[in-house]
T-cell receptor, first 117, second 116 residues
Framework: AQTVTQSQPEMSVQEAETVTLSCTYD???????LFWYKQPPSRQMILVIR??????QNATENRFSVNFQKAAKSFSLKISDSQLGDTAMYFC??????????????FGKGTKLSVIP | KAGVTQTPRYLIKTRGQQVTLSCSPI?????VSWYQQTPGQGLQFLFE???????NKGNFPGRFSGRQFSNSRSEMNVSTLELGDSALYLC???????????????FGPGTRLTVL
């Protein structure tokens, strides 16, 4: 079974600064996706960024980028120029592309990020 | 495109009752997944449907069931409600290419179920 670990339950960052959220995962599979989702206080889960395991290049989406280290099974999220609207719970998630555990997301426990004005 | 919609948004039930939650996926999405979110257990996978067939099921008791209709809309049912079933129930849909190809899941706003 896959596991996802987020070791930082809470973090804070000053507005306009940069913050990095950590995520590690454990799997014996080679084909998978990794995701970061954000869940603001409104509770709607929103996709932030996706990384395919077969791609060596790190994914980026505007101010959001990841540092994907496949051998180390590490998948951190960097948020640049933090904005007040980035305040939310951030969940790291894993999905197998084949076999056991496919079609389902395995989530970490989340990191609560607060952006301070 | 309209996003994933879930109804109702809030629900209050008493122990022993049953409840049905509904999910309409993004137009064109054929895979629908359900998750339970609680403060203690976090986000846990319930089940996933594609073409009216359950392809994957999480570790939940048989009181939790679901189905998918031909238009890809899905419902989940919880029978004999327990206090511990109080949770946010999230539905997610994805564009499924068939033949085992799986893709990004997009979430609805959730249904907040309170069991008294």
């Amino acid at each position: 079974a896959q596991t996802v670990t987020q070791s930082q339950p809470e973090m804070s960052v000053q507005e306009a600064e940069t913050v990095t959220l950590s995520c590690t995962y454990d799997t014996s599979e080679s084909n998978y996706y990794l995701f970061w989702y954000k869940q603001p206080p409104s509770r709607q889960m929103i996709l932030v960024i996706r990384q395919e395991a077969y791609k060596q290049q790190n994914a980026t989406e505007n101010r959001f980028s990841v540092n994907f280290q496949k051998a180390a099974k590490s998948f951190s999220l960097k948020i640049s120029d933090s904005q007040l609207g980035d305040t939310a719970m951030y969940f790291c998630a894993f999905m197998n592309l084949r076999g056991a555990g496919s079609y389902q997301l395995t989530f970490g426990k989340g990191t609560k990020l607060s952006v301070i004005p | 495109k309209a996003g994933v919609t879930q109804t109702p948004r809030y629900l209050i039930k008493t122990r022993g009752q049953q409840v049905t939650l509904s999910c309409s996926p993004i137009s064109g999405h054929r895979s629908v997944s359900w998750y339970q979110q609680t403060p203690g257990q976090g986000l846990q996978f319930l089940f996933e449907y594609f073409s009216e067939t359950q392809r994957n099921k999480g570790n939940f008791p048989g009181r939790f069931s679901g189905r998918q209709f031909s238009n890809s809309r899905s419902e989940m049912n919880v029978s004999t409600l327990e206090l511990g079933d109080s949770a946010l129930y999230l539905c997610a849909s994805s564009l499924e290419g068939g033949q085992g190809f799986t893709d990004t899941q997009y979430f609805g706003p959730g249904t907040r179920l309170t069991v008294l």
